[in-house]
């Protein structure tokens, strides 16, 4: 059956969401599980009353596209998706060994190390060690002085020599809001895994709205953003919004 006169089409689309900086010549990335991808258009529209009868009604209207949102819902929150939804700037730090970190203790307080997930960890009380065993707890967030810790006292400074490995830092809201090419390389499972595919040409993600941090479910992040004009698309009957292509 020709598709274009194709009546029975049920799309039922599952599939990849691809993303590069808005030309940009690198290659489109995937992003992960995307569970929600929307297109939204909002019109303006405006009437004329009809003032030559009885009755009243509409003698003519007239409809303008007033705006093109994009709204989707990742569920992989790695690094390039997590830096984008809070406008921030990201850097990975390297391995390496902190030597002789200085503290001030609180039984049954946190001691924040400038690194994260500390591993073989060494606490001195001056020039002595001081024992882990009753005194502290070496966690992934830092150092935690037990409540009762027999060789700590309040105010009392601790030095500290630990170890990291790599890990990734970021700083949330310090840059402006990304522009981003976007490409979605559907599968329509509702008709025998056909390809629905859509290129977004130039989108401005918003900021996220929350991002949750404990939650019984799996942690995601809500993107609303705008499908801007790309004024490098020209030429008649070619979108500077959206193109799809279905078989």
């Not at 966690?139 to 890990?167: C, F, K, N």
């Not at 900021?207 to 799996?218: M, P, T, W």
């Amino acid at each position: 059956m020709s598709l274009i006169t194709q009546t029975y089409k049920p799309v039922g689309n599952v599939g990849q969401v691809y993303a590069r900086p808005y030309g940009s010549a690198a290659a489109l990335m995937p992003i992960g599980n995307v569970t929600d991808l929307q297109l939204s258009h909002e019109e303006d529209v405006q009437k004329l009353e009809d003032f030559t009868r009885l009755g009243g009604g509409t003698h003519a209207e007239r409809r303008r596209v007033k705006a093109v949102g994009l709204k989707m819902t990742l569920s992989d929150l790695n690094l390039v998706n997590l830096t984008r939804a809070v406008y921030g700037t990201s850097q990975e730090v390297a391995a390496g060994t902190a030597v002789a970190e200085t503290v001030t203790a609180t039984p049954g307080g946190l001691l924040r190390l400038a690194h994260i997930n500390p591993s073989g960890v060494q606490v001195n009380k001056g020039a002595a060690p001081l024992p882990a065993a009753a005194n502290y707890e070496v966690r992934p967030e830092g150092i935690y002085i037990l409540p009762e810790a027999p060789d700590v006292a309040e105010g009392e400074e601790l030095t500290i020599t630990y170890s990291h490995g790599v890990y990734a830092a970021i700083e949330a809201l310090t840059s402006a809001p990304p522009e981003l090419e976007l490409s979605f390389g559907g599968l329509n499972e509702a008709g025998a895994g056909t390809p629905f595919v859509v290129d977004v040409w130039r989108v401005s993600p918003g900021v996220c709205k929350q991002l949750a941090l404990i939650n019984k479910d799996f942690a995601s992040i809500a993107v609303d953003g705008a499908v801007l004009v790309d004024p490098t698309r020209q030429g008649a009957g070619i979108s500077r919004f959206y193109r799809v292509r279905m078989a």
